[in-house]
């Protein structure tokens, strides 16, 4: 099948501008909106609490996820008693060397 390119779309083509203006409003200075708006306390809350939902993890995921969390915790665990362990240890090493001293 043709495909008709080259015709111009009369449907939506240029129009002219409607430039009449009303009686009232040629050349009347008119007062600028100082007026200010007021945001409801209820709507503004009411935005920020909005959390975006996000998508369910499946089960696998979660657990791979929980036993990475409790792999690290463990880990930090096991280097705070190690670094307890080595002060403990200079402590006594210092103490003994000062009994021979």
């Known amino acids: 099948m043709a495909k008709n390119r ?3 779309n009369k ?5 002219s501008m409607d430039i009449t203006t009303p009686d009232a409003l040629e ?3 008119q007062a600028m909106d100082t007026s200010e708006t ?3 306390d209820e709507t503004h809350n009411d935005s920020i ?7 369910q993890m499946k089960r ?3 657990v ?3 036993k990475a969390i409790a792999r690290a915790v463990a880990k930090t665990e096991r280097k705070a008693t190690k670094i307890l362990n080595k002060e403990s240890k200079k402590l006594r090493t210092q103490s003994a060397k000062k009994l021979y001293d």
């Open 64 to 66: 791979r996820k929980m």
């Open 6 to 8: 080259c015709k111009k």
């Open 11 to 15: 449907k939506y083509g240029p129009t």
């Open 27 to 29: 050349d009347v200075p």
């Open 38 to 40: 007021v945001v409801d």
């Open 49 to 55: 609490r909005k959390v975006k939902k996000r998508v």
């Open 60 to 62: 696998k995921q979660k």
